[in-house]
T-cell receptor, first 113, second 114 residues
Framework: AQSVTQLGSHVSVSEGALVLLRCNYS??????LFWYVQYPNQGLQLLLK??????LVKGINGFEAEFKKSETSFHLTKPSAHMSDAAEYFC???????????FGKGTLLTVNP | DADVTQTPRNRITKTGKRIMLECSQT?????MYWYRQDPGLGLRLIYY???????NKGEISDGYSVSRQAQAKFSLSLESAIPNQTALYFC?????????????FGPGTRLTVL
């Protein structure tokens, strides 16, 4: 079984501030973890993914996430928020070839000028 | 041109009507998926297809059916639409063997059932 919990359905930051979006997972097998972003009126696109290689994963648009097995976490960060980062962010987990992809409920990021 | 297209983009229909949502892709991927998105619930998998001859139910397949007409086309049908099927529907594709691969999403179809 696998699940994802995204802490905070809505996060608001000021432009230039640190972005931290939290994701905790549960998986009975070594997980593969993803962050997807959904801009207004668009489909989802991949930001980054963890596939059991490096624990610190760098993605597009300056985002990165760190896999911490001991904390079962895969939090998404960006040092300095831009207005263009305003979107909904989804964390997702799969356990491998016999597992489907399970999405979290999403976190809406608002960036204030 | 978009790699994954969905038609229609918006649809309003009435309870009991049959409706089909269509998805086409030019990415050459074998795997295709249908998800629905509801506010506060994230995305939930309806059906997925590994190739033209292989179709599988997802976690919420009741009330839906699918057809994989070709590698590039995957359609979702609601045989008798009901109001709780009002949602945003996404088609996605992926190139590889399983759910560990990146999925590429279409722009979505917003369906309203009155």
């Amino acid at each position: 079984a696998q699940s994802v919990t995204q802490l905070g359905s809505h996060v608001s930051v000021s432009e230039g501030a640190l972005v931290l979006l939290r994701c905790n997972y549960s998986s009975s097998v070594p997980p593969y973890l993803f962050w997807y972003v959904q801009y207004p009126n668009q489909g989802l696109q991949l930001l980054l993914k963890y596939t059991s290689a490096a624990t610190l994963v760098k993605g597009i648009n300056g985002f990165e996430a760190e896999f911490k097995k001991s904390e079962t976490s895969f939090h998404l960060t960006k040092p300095s928020a831009h207005m263009s980062d305003a979107a909904e962010y989804f964390c997702a987990v799969t356990g491998g070839s016999n597992y489907k992809l399970t999405f979290g409920k999403g976190t809406l990021l608002t960036v204030n000028p | 041109d978009a790699d994954v297209t969905q038609t229609p983009r918006n649809r309003i229909t009435k309870t009991g009507k049959r409706i089909m949502l269509e998805c086409s892709q030019t990415k050459g991927h074998d795997r295709m998926y249908w998800y629905r998105q509801d506010p506060g619930l994230g995305l939930r998998l309806i059906y997925y297809s590994f190739d033209v001859k292989d179709i599988n139910k997802g976690e919420i397949s009741d009330g839906y059916s699918v057809s994989r007409q070709a590698q590039a086309k995957f359609s979702l049908s609601l045989e008798s639409a009901i109001p709780n099927q009002t949602a945003l529907y996404f088609c996605a594709t992926s190139p590889g063997l399983d759910f560990r691969d990146t999925q590429y999403f279409g722009p979505g179809t917003r369906l309203t059932v009155l």
